[in-house]
């Protein structure tokens, strides 16, 4: 049982609320956009999105009914660029952890993502990833047992605190 829902994308909030499973509405507490991750020192020479297509090149993505997969299918859509990933994950960890361990060239996770690797990936930021800016949603659930509590986490991660931690680990505001 959880007290509190914060989704990485509106559409599963959405879900949540259409589903009633909501203590009221939601609130939108950050955004996250997604960037091109490679090993250290980028040895593939990557500098555009359209670079991931590549021949020869090995790029990871997340699979589309995830949020870091959503926001890619925006951005192909918005560049026309389609890509031709080897694997398509299930979440935006996996990713990172194909391009870490050397099982693939390139993929795309989010900045926040990149920052937390460290010096383990080489950031290639892209401009068409404004074009899919993910938008995060936080909610107290109806089926909490912890309401007032629920509530005050709430208000602390819409809060100055909580949106200076957020910032210095790379989020954007809403």
């Known amino acids: 049982a959880?007290?509190?829902f914060a989704s990485a994308d509106t559409r599963n909030m959405d879900k949540a609320r259409d589903a009633k499973l909501l203590d009221g509405p939601s609130v939108n507490f950050a955004s996250n956009t997604l960037t091109i991750v490679t090993a250290p020192g980028n040895p593939k020479h990557i500098t555009t999105f359209a670079d991931l297509n590549q021949p020869g090149l090995t790029v990871v993505t997340c699979a589309e009914q995830v949020p870091c997969g959503g926001a890619t299918?925006?951005?192909e859509l918005a560049t026309g660029v389609t890509l031709a990933p080897v694997s398509q994950e299930s979440s935006v960890t996996d990713v990172l952890?194909?391009?870490t361990s050397g099982q693939a060239d390139a993929g795309?996770?989010?900045?926040?993502?990149?920052?937390?690797?460290?010096?383990?990936?080489?950031?290639?930021?892209?401009?068409?990833?404004?074009?899919?800016?993910?938008?995060?949603?936080?909610a107290v659930l109806a089926q909490?047992?912890?309401g007032e509590l629920a509530h005050k986490f709430v208000d602390l991660v819409t809060g100055e605190f909580g949106q200076k931690t957020l910032a210095a680990d790379g989020f954007a505001k809403p």
């Open 108 to 138: 795309l996770v989010y900045v926040t993502d990149a920052r937390g690797a460290g010096d383990k990936v080489t950031e290639v930021p892209f401009p068409e990833a404004a074009q899919a800016v993910n938008t995060y949603p936080i």
């Open 144 to 146: 909490s047992k912890n």
């Open 97 to 99: 952890t194909k391009i």
């Open 2 to 4: 959880a007290d509190v």
């Open 73 to 75: 299918k925006k951005v």
